[in-house]
């Protein structure tokens, strides 16, 4: 697997929204969208949301379940698409 680069982040930031969860967005609106979408309903909002740093990126992440999944460059680098990625937390 290769990893991602900070170009690719660039252009496909990464959002953490509410306590755990990371989605792939173009913007800070588009994660809370997703995000939204995902529950079913308008739950979070813009303060909801704080971009990940280089720390964070190269922390680890985790399956819904709570299984590890690698970091979330790992993860990033799998995306082919804005959306869910994974949790922060497990």
Known sequence: MKPANEALNLTRPL?????DAVYVAYDAAGAVQLANHEYG???FGLDDVT???????EGPAYMAGGAR??????QLALMTAPGYLCACVP
């Open 15 to 19: 959002h953490w929204v509410g306590e």
């Open 51 to 57: 971009p990940c740093d280089v720390a964070t990126l």
């Open 41 to 43: 309903h308008a739950c």
């Open 69 to 74: 999944a690698g970091t979330l460059w790992q």
